[in-house]
């Protein structure tokens, strides 16, 4: 039960805020932040209960739900889904604390918010395929609503791509589980059954999967930014309000490489070892372009957009890899990018922007005399998404170059080298455009006033994320002894 | 020593580091951060007094802290004791500990002083974690927080648009050696296994024989060693990664003395030293030796066309880092580590001594503003020139001992290679007995009045300065004998050399005293400062039109490409929308609605107003329909009988 409480609490906080008066958005706020709170302390819980490799807190029978079809709703999670369900809570509070002032239909807004929360947490907690699915769709709508109001520039346009990658990626995906629904067969014959744990037992007939894995693939990896259908996320983080681009940079996108691994790897084993090459040569696509992008941007937003698009390469690499220590640094590198990508995007996005007003690159001037403490703030957490030793990047990218090493060939690995180059590139190019120089276009502003200093939610939050990203960095084992247990139940399928 | 006291070493900077990130008051944050290196430091000589206790070929001391599981593998946390640690933490922290003293004095005016004490710390602890490393993973994640403060610290002055763009450059020149580093590291991990140095098996990286695996269609230990050197010309500014370090004296000077002079740019050094059995065993020293000799005498070319006083020191650093990669490539750990221990205490005290110059002349740092320095710094030109003495290895001066070691090596091993450091030798001479003329003879040519440094200042000056006279002599035998391994055991000396060493080094003061004794220094065109030197051979102009046209073409490509699929999806989009927008209005609208449904509906309602037209209401109508009725059922009744 414990675990299930995290898609029933922020479901309940949906309702209560859109309930409440919208010119009660000081209070509205702290229901907010409280609905928050409670859905990672429900994570904490299930973290410190956590013993094997194995589903814990399994909730729910077999065919319990539609059971002529094989539905049935059942809930549990495993190392795998652990540091998704501490990161989603992570984000979720830090995006209440980075819209701690929006007055702007804020119940609406937090309803829609749990919406998305609630289904991204029952994403992760699904044991069964037709439910994770029934989540992974209650996730999308609550986007379109996000960004369609509360959005920026082209708000209704990104939104709408947004909705039509979701669902074009959704689509495959349906595809997919049906054609696993009939093709999983054991001693008896078919399973016909959508139930994670009954269709582990049996197995799909090695020719099926090679058709079955790109759809299911695919149709994830299209949400997790996947080269060439990466092109949503930029577009979609930058409309976005910044609580809800810290979601879509930091979980949603991770939904989508959660499904790659859960459903595509877990179930298709032969599949993915046909295409593993595959994946990885996409994967450094991913990360070399993405980073050679962000580096022309002059949307300091959109420079964020597009190293999210590069950072989710090394999640589709460790992918590739399909051995324990790339998989592990495949999720620890979603726990570490929901972190700092999420930070970057809240920085960018409400500390910087909210005080210059603009995000344009070329139109900001000396902005580390201007706002000193927020520049090196700035500066930490562009250290932590290079990847720099001591923060959890590093760990995560060390984890996916070891297994890269161990399975796919040298060459990926000088590719990867050269994408974290790359990283390192364009973020210190951005950093100095940013922050070290003279405004480009316009006049100079002829006193330099200092901005504001950081605000208490701010930096409440920024200590927050960056925090977990240096604990991980510096203690990797607090994840990995809980990632590794269940990863080798996943991998099982691949020693025969 | 025990594995918490020699943790200890690197983890008191760091906690400083903590410590002064939250401090405001520059004075009591450098007093902190002088208390933990001086603490350091004096756990290190512990440290190095029992290293040096051990034998050559006694089996180092470890102390190893398991940190994460790698699937099967532990890996390791931990340090390694044994000589070249003692040596090389005891130089660090030594070295540090003056210069962080001499900060103090010249910070004392910078507001954010507190900040520089942070960051000077973080790098201390960094680089100690660098020499006492035992583990290839624990050395690379100090090795990036060294570069991180190096990068923060060059950029200090970020008013200054030049040092913010000379940290960026330094920064990510360095960080090209480091790919290669990382990705060797892991084929390390990939061929042996571990990630240790040393184990207490003795199944470490270096204690295992690595030749009989192959990687990239060599054998391992080539191509291992190869990565590593990558990431050691990197951060020791070698050819052709050089460009990055005479940018990086747009940090305050403090910060050359210490990280580009005496111990950052030196870990390259330290790091082939450590992992010396790779090269070894993989015979990439000659490709080491080369490396080292051709900068040694590029950048010594370099700094005779040079005028920025700090400029000049920081091609000689080049120079000299390069001649300890000759002197590790033909004689092995000691000798170059020798040389890198010497350097280490002159090259400081040439760039305090310069710091203190600058300082003098109200931040003045061209060489043809300078002259007659002699007279109102004396303390600064006597160290000065102690330090210039050790540095054009003049007889019986730290510098000449350790670089004789070099160039008996390279006599023995690689004659070519002895040439081109001989070469290198007299230009040393040259440009520094050039840099002296300018800036001690003659008479004031700046603005303003130059005055001598406070003695925060010039008492480590002149510390400093004894150590440079006299290291040489003092541990020469101590060293050869404890540094280990040897490549060839060192022979008898040979006459020969010391006496070409010794003719070098006068030679070229000599040389340069006939040319700039007669010039009128500053005006008249200098006559050894070519275009070639004085442009720095073009490497950066270069790098511009080759690696640097190459990546705006990457960025290009890449930029057109997602035009492109940007294009593709918004045509996608308006694809999808066209067909939404035919089924709306060439489906539903027309086809549907008008012609289906709306198009029955009319029907039924033209039909109906036609059948009800005739229902008007008006008599004469209906009685004429009645009678026409009548006419045609009498007509009906009449055919059917």
């Avoid at chain 1, 807004?109 to 998305?116: T, V």
């Avoid at chain 1, 589709?316 to 929901?338: C, D, K, P, R, Y």
């Amino acid at each position: 039960m414990t675990a299930l409480l995290t898609v029933i609490l922020s479901f309940i906080g949906a309702l209560l805020c859109g309930f409440m008066p919208a010119s009660a958005h000081q209070r509205i706020r702290w229901v907010a932040l409280a609905t928050a709170v409670a859905g990672f302390a429900v994570s904490m819980v299930c973290y410190f209960d956590i013993t094997d490799g194995k589903f814990q807190h399994i909730l729910g029978e077999a065919e319990n739900w539609i059971p002529t079809l094989g539905i049935s709703f059942i809930t549990g999670y495993d190392g795998i889904s652990l540091p998704l369900l501490l990161v989603t809570g992570l984000v979720a509070i830090c995006g209440v604390l980075f819209s701690w002032d929006l007055d702007n239909r804020a119940n609406q807004f937090y309803a829609y918010y749990f919406a998305l929360i609630g289904g991204v947490y029952g994403v992760f907690l699904s044991l069964d395929l037709f439910l994770l699915f029934v989540f992974y769709e209650i996730a999308v709508v609550p986007k379109y609503f996000l960004i369609a109001i509360w959005g920026g520039v082209r708000r209704q346009f990104a939104a709408m791509k947004l909705v039509l990658y979701s669902f074009g990626g959704s689509a495959l995906v349906l595809l997919g589980i049906i054609a696993i629904f009939f093709l999983t067969k054991d001693a008896d014959g078919a399973i016909k059954s959508f139930n994670l744990l009954e269709l582990q037992k049996g197995e799909v007939a090695a020719e099926a999967q090679t058709w079955i894995f790109p759809l299911l693939f695919l149709g994830f990896a299209i949400l997790a930014g996947m080269w060439p259908f990466h092109t949503w996320a930029p577009t979609g983080h930058v409309a976005a309000p910044t609580a809800t681009s810290m979601l879509l940079a930091g979980v949603v996108m991770k939904l989508g490489a959660y499904g790659c691994l859960r459903v595509a790897v877990g179930l298709l084993p032969e599949g993915a070892q046909e295409w593993a090459t595959c994946i990885g040569i996409f994967a450094i696509i991913n990360i070399v372009y993405g980073a050679f992008v962000a580096l022309k941007q002059d949307d300091f937003k959109f420079v964020i957009g597009y190293s999210s698009v590069s950072h989710m390469g090394f999640v589709l690499l460790g992918l590739a890899t399909l051995n324990e220590i790339g998989l592990t640094g495949a999720v620890l590198q979603m726990f570490s990018h929901g972190v700092i990508g999420a930070l970057l995007f809240a920085i960018v996005g409400t500390v910087i922007y909210t005080r210059t007003k603009t995000r344009m690159l070329d139109e900001l001037h000396h902005l580390i005399d201007r706002m000193p403490g927020i520049a090196w703030v700035f500066v930490a957490a562009a250290l932590a998404s290079m990847g720099l030793p001591g923060f959890s990047g590093f760990i995560s990218e060390l984890y996916v170059l070891i297994g890269v090493w161990e399975s796919l060939s040298g060459w990926i690995l000088i590719g990867a080298g050269f994408g974290i180059l790359m990283t390192f590139g364009y973020t210190l190019v951005k950093i100095h455009e940013a922050f070290f120089r003279e405004r480009k276009t316009g006049d100079a502003p002829k006193v330099e006033t200092p901005y504001p200093a950081m605000t208490i939610p701010e930096k409440v939050g920024i200590t927050i994320l960056l925090g977990a990203s240096l604990l991980i960095g510096i203690c990797p084992w607090i994840l990995t002894d809980k990632i590794t247990p269940s990863l080798e139940l996943l991998l099982k399928p691949f020693a025969n | 020593m025990t594995t918490t006291t020699l943790a200890l070493i690197p983890l008191l900077p760091l906690l400083a580091a903590a410590v002064t990130s939250l401090m405001r008051d520059g004075k009591r944050a450098s007093i902190v951060a002088i208390a933990a290196l001086l603490g350091s430091c004096l756990l290190s000589l512990i440290a190095f007094n029992e290293a040096w206790a051990m034998a050559a070929n006694d089996a180092p001391k470890l102390f190893n802290v398991p940190w994460l599981e790698l699937g099967k593998t532990k890996i390791n946390f931990g340090f390694v004791l044994n000589p070249l640690t003692g040596a090389m933490a005891a130089m660090v922290t030594f070295v540090g500990s003056l210069i962080f003293i001499y900060s103090a004095g010249y910070m004392a005016q910078d507001k954010r002083m507190a900040r520089f004490f942070c960051y000077l710390s973080l790098f201390a602890s960094g680089m100690l974690g660098v020499v006492l490393a035992n583990s290839l993973i624990l050395f690379f994640m100090c090795w990036e927080i060294v570069g991180v403060a190096s990068y923060l610290l060059i950029s200090f002055w970020n008013h200054k648009p030049e040092a913010a763009a000379a940290g960026k450059k330094a920064f990510i020149v360095t960080r090209i050696g480091d790919i290669g580093f990382l990705i060797g590291i892991l084929l390390a991990f990939k061929v042996s296994g571990t990630l240790d140095f040393y184990t207490k098996g003795g199944t470490g990286i270096l204690e295992q024989n690595l030749t009989s695996h192959m990687a990239f269609g060599y054998q391992a230990a080539t191509v291992i060693s190869f990565l590593l050197f990558i990431g050691a010309v990197g951060k020791s500014g070698q050819l052709p990664l050089h460009v990055w370090l005479p940018d990086a004296m747009e940090g305050p000077t403090p910060v050359s003395a210490l990280i580009h002079a005496a111990t950052m740019v030196a870990a390259g050094v330290f790091l082939v030293a450590r992992t010396y059995q790779l090269f070894d065993d993989g015979g990439t020293l000659p490709l080491v030796t080369w490396v080292g000799a051709i900068t040694a005498l590029v950048a010594a070319f370099i700094a005779l066309g040079q005028y920025d006083l700090k400029r000049i020191l920081a091609y000689s650093t080049v120079s000299q880092l390069g001649l300890m990669m000759v002197g590790i490539g033909v004689a092995g750990v000691s000798v170059g580590m020798f040389h890198l221990l010497t350097h280490a205490f002159f090259k400081a005290l040439l760039f305090l001594g310069a710091g203190s110059i600058i300082h003098g002349c109200h931040e003045e740092q061209d060489i043809r503003k300078m002259g007659g320095l002699a007279k109102p710094m004396p303390f600064t030109t006597i160290a000065y020139l102690c330090g210039t003495a050790a540095l054009v290895a003049f007889p019986f001066t730290s510098g000449f001992f350790s670089k004789d070691e070099i160039l008996m090596g390279a006599w023995a091993n690689d004659r070519g290679a002895f040439w081109i450091a001989t070469l290198a030798s007299l230009l040393t001479a040259l440009y520094m007995t050039r840099q002296c003329m300018y800036v001690f003879r003659g008479t004031h040519r700046g603005e303003h009045a130059p005055h001598e440094s406070p003695p925060i200042m010039t008492v480590p000056l002149l510390i400093l300065s004894v150590f440079a006279l006299g290291l040489g002599a003092l541990v020469k035998n101590s060293l050869m004998e404890h540094l280990h391994p040897f490549k060839n055991p060192p022979t008898e000396h040979e006459m020969i050399v010391i006496v070409i060493s010794v003719l070098v080094a006068l030679g070229g003061i000599v040389l340069g005293f006939m040319i700039y004794r007669g010039q009128v220094l500053g005006q008249a065109a200098d006559p050894l400062a070519l275009k070639p030197f004085e442009r720095k051979f073009w490497f950066d102009e270069i790098y511009e039109a080759t690696v640097g046209q190459l990546w705006t073409l990457f960025i290009i490509i890449s930029e057109q490409l997602n035009e492109l699929l940007v294009f593709i999806r918004d045509l996608a989009v308006e694809l999808a929308s066209r067909i939404g927008n035919g089924f709306s209005i060439g489906g539903d609208r027309k086809l549907i609605d008008s012609l289906a449904f709306d198009g029955m509906c009319a029907r039924l309602r033209c039909a109906g107003r036609t059948v009800t037209r005739p229902q008007n209401g008006f008599l004469p109508g209906y009685l004429r329909l009645i009678a026409l009725g009548t006419v045609l059922l009498g007509a009906l009744v009449l055919w059917t009988r």
